[in-house]
Protein backbone atom coordinates (compact mmCIF):
# COMPACT_ATOMS: atom_id res chain seq x y z
CA UNK A 1 0.00 0.00 0.00
CA UNK A 2 1.14 3.58 -0.28
CA UNK A 3 -0.28 6.91 0.94
CA UNK A 4 -0.11 10.38 -0.14
CA UNK A 5 0.00 13.17 1.21
CA UNK A 6 -0.36 16.85 -0.74
CA UNK A 7 0.47 20.08 0.76
CA UNK A 8 0.76 23.85 -0.55
CA UNK A 9 -2.68 24.45 -1.70
CA UNK A 10 -4.40 27.92 -0.88
CA UNK A 11 -5.73 31.15 -2.22
CA UNK A 12 -3.80 32.89 -4.80
CA UNK A 13 -4.51 36.02 -6.96
CA UNK A 14 -4.12 35.69 -10.79
CA UNK A 15 -0.91 35.50 -11.64
CA UNK A 16 0.97 34.53 -8.71
CA UNK A 17 2.60 31.17 -7.87
CA UNK A 18 2.18 28.46 -5.72
CA UNK A 19 3.96 25.07 -5.06
CA UNK A 20 2.42 21.78 -4.31
CA UNK A 21 3.77 19.17 -2.56
CA UNK A 22 2.89 15.57 -2.52
CA UNK A 23 5.06 12.59 0.57
CA UNK A 24 4.68 9.20 -0.24
CA UNK A 25 4.82 6.94 2.60
CA UNK A 26 4.29 3.10 2.94
CA UNK A 27 5.36 0.28 -0.35
CA UNK A 28 7.69 3.45 -2.20
CA UNK A 29 9.55 0.71 -3.49
CA UNK A 30 6.91 -0.07 -5.88
CA UNK A 31 6.02 3.09 -7.32
CA UNK A 32 6.98 3.79 -10.99
CA UNK A 33 5.18 6.63 -12.37
CA UNK A 34 3.89 9.80 -10.17
CA UNK A 35 1.89 12.99 -11.05
CA UNK A 36 -0.55 15.89 -10.51
CA UNK A 37 -4.58 15.61 -11.36
CA UNK A 38 -7.08 18.73 -11.22
CA UNK A 39 -10.74 18.74 -10.71
CA UNK A 40 -12.71 21.72 -10.87
CA UNK A 41 -16.72 22.02 -9.66
CA UNK A 42 -18.90 20.53 -12.10
CA UNK A 43 -15.84 19.13 -14.05
CA UNK A 44 -14.25 15.32 -14.94
CA UNK A 45 -10.60 15.01 -12.96
CA UNK A 46 -8.25 15.48 -15.43
CA UNK A 47 -4.44 14.98 -15.81
CA UNK A 48 -2.11 18.17 -15.06
CA UNK A 49 1.51 16.77 -14.77
CA UNK A 50 3.12 13.31 -14.35
CA UNK A 51 6.44 12.07 -13.94
CA UNK A 52 8.13 8.73 -14.73
CA UNK A 53 10.98 7.36 -12.30
CA UNK A 54 13.43 8.07 -14.20
CA UNK A 55 12.46 12.03 -14.56
CA UNK A 56 10.80 12.07 -18.30
CA UNK A 57 7.96 14.40 -17.91
CA UNK A 58 4.34 14.56 -19.49
CA UNK A 59 2.15 17.93 -19.24
CA UNK A 60 -1.68 18.75 -20.32
CA UNK A 61 -1.52 21.38 -22.81
CA UNK A 62 -3.53 23.55 -20.38
CA UNK A 63 -0.21 23.64 -17.92
CA UNK A 64 3.00 23.84 -20.35
CA UNK A 65 4.96 26.45 -20.00
CA UNK A 66 3.67 27.88 -16.57
CA UNK A 67 3.44 24.35 -14.41
CA UNK A 68 6.92 22.50 -13.65
CA UNK A 69 6.40 18.54 -12.34
CA UNK A 70 9.85 17.79 -10.36
CA UNK A 71 10.65 14.07 -8.09
CA UNK A 72 13.04 14.04 -5.17
CA UNK A 73 13.32 10.32 -4.86
CA UNK A 74 15.42 10.80 -1.68
CA UNK A 75 12.35 12.48 -0.05
CA UNK A 76 10.03 10.11 -1.55
CA UNK A 77 8.18 13.58 -2.52
CA UNK A 78 6.77 14.89 -5.90
CA UNK A 79 6.37 19.08 -6.62
CA UNK A 80 4.39 21.01 -8.74
CA UNK A 81 5.56 24.40 -9.34
CA UNK A 82 2.70 26.61 -10.80
CA UNK A 83 3.30 30.06 -11.72
CA UNK A 84 1.38 32.78 -13.70
CA UNK A 85 -1.78 30.99 -12.07
CA UNK A 86 -5.16 32.15 -13.15
CA UNK A 87 -8.92 31.81 -12.32
CA UNK A 88 -9.75 28.83 -14.42
CA UNK A 89 -6.49 26.71 -12.60
CA UNK A 90 -8.76 26.71 -9.47
CA UNK A 91 -9.46 22.86 -8.41
CA UNK A 92 -8.72 20.12 -6.14
CA UNK A 93 -5.25 19.14 -7.08
CA UNK A 94 -4.62 15.67 -6.46
CA UNK A 95 -1.20 13.29 -6.44
CA UNK A 96 -1.28 10.36 -7.79
CA UNK A 97 1.20 7.18 -7.51
CA UNK A 98 0.92 4.09 -10.06
CA UNK A 99 2.73 0.74 -9.13
CA UNK A 100 2.28 -2.26 -11.65
CA UNK A 101 -0.50 -3.55 -9.91
CA UNK A 102 -2.10 -0.65 -8.35
CA UNK A 103 -3.23 3.28 -8.56
CA UNK A 104 -2.96 5.24 -5.50
CA UNK A 105 -4.46 8.63 -4.93
CA UNK A 106 -4.20 11.44 -2.31
CA UNK A 107 -6.66 13.00 -0.76
CA UNK A 108 -6.71 16.77 -2.46
CA UNK A 109 -5.84 20.27 -2.17
CA UNK A 110 -7.76 23.02 -3.11
CA UNK A 111 -5.95 25.37 -5.16
CA UNK A 112 -8.01 28.81 -5.43
CA UNK A 113 -7.31 31.92 -8.27
CA UNK A 114 -9.05 34.69 -7.58
CA UNK A 115 -8.55 38.51 -6.87
Known amino acids: QVQLVESGGGLVQPGGSLRLSCVAF????????MGWYRQAPGKQRELVAA???????NYADSGKGRFTISRDNAKNTVYLQMNSLKPEDTAVYYC?????????WGKGTLVTVSS
Open 51 to 57: ITSGGST
Open 26 to 33: GSIFSING
Open 96 to 104: SAASALSYY
